[in-house]
């Protein structure tokens, strides 16, 4: 059964940092992996789709790595903003169907 | 990216009534969708996956007949809470899944609450 593990829970860092979010599945026979950004009292939006044979993809100041083999992903937030804050989540097909996700890491940026 | 509306946002019913909720993909075609529910302060949590034409797959401990779903076209499934109680007040989230990509797209959920 695979299990999504996100670290940390929290995180609050000053404006315009660097930061790095954390992923690990136990797994590894995955096809893809993907981000997620949640608001309060929203939905989820995909920030990033990562395919098994891929090694990272890019969009705008993220940045998404995936390590298969050590059942790893690390999502990249370049420069942050406020408007960055969010939940982030991450999450993996188990099977060919239903996503598994992580707990999600709760972020904080401060003006 | 791919669009997911879900309808309505926010609903407020009695206990004991009964509640639909709609979630269609916009501008592209979902063989699959799935329905989660959330609690304050912790993740989805997965309650069925729901293919075209064909009856949903629940998961362990949620009832199916009273989270009845049908998934009728491609563009369109629907989740019905019957006889609602309190406790059955959550955040319910549906997503698609693009056929052809297999990525999912996340409706902006429903806010439901059981007086």
């Known amino acids: 059964k695979q299990e999504v593990t996100q670290i940390p829970a929290a995180l609050s860092v000053p404006e315009g940092e660097n930061l790095v979010l954390n992923c690990s599945f136990t797994?590894?026979?995955?096809?893809?992996l993907q981000w997620f950004r949640q608001d309060p009292g929203k939905g989820l939006t995909s920030l990033l789709l990562?395919?098994?044979?891929?090694r990272e993809q890019t969009s705008g100041r993220l940045n998404a790595s995936l390590d298969k083999s050590s059942g790893r992903s690390t999502l990249y937030i370049a420069a942050s903003q406020p408007g960055d804050s969010a939940t982030y989540l991450c999450?993996?097909?188990?099977?060919?169907?239903?996503?598994?996700f992580g707990q999600g890491t709760r972020l904080t940026i401060n003006p | 990216g791919a669009v997911v509306s879900q309808h309505p946002s926010r609903v407020i019913c009695k206990s004991g009534t009964s509640v639909k909720i709609e979630c269609r993909s916009l501008?592209?075609?979902?063989?699959?969708m799935f329905w989660y529910r959330q609690f304050p302060k912790q993740s989805l949590m997965l309650m069925a996956t729901?293919?075209?034409?064909?009856?949903?797959?629940?998961e362990q401990g949620v009832e199916k007949d009273k989270f009845l779903i049908n998934h009728a076209s491609l563009t369109l499934s629907t989740l019905t809470v019957t006889s609602a109680h309190p406790e059955d007040s959550s955040f319910y989230i549906c997503?698609?899944?693009?056929?052809?990509?297999?990525?999912?797209?996340f409706g902006p959920g429903t806010r439901l609450t059981v007086l």
């Open positions: 990562i395919q098994s044979s891929q």
């Open positions: 729901s293919n075209e034409g064909s009856k949903a797959t629940y």
């Open positions: 997503s698609a899944k693009d056929s052809f990509t297999n990525e999912q797209f």
């Open positions: 797994d590894s026979a995955i096809y893809n």
């Open positions: 501008d592209f075609q979902a063989t699959t």
């Open positions: 999450a993996v097909p188990q099977g060919a169907q239903k996503l598994v």
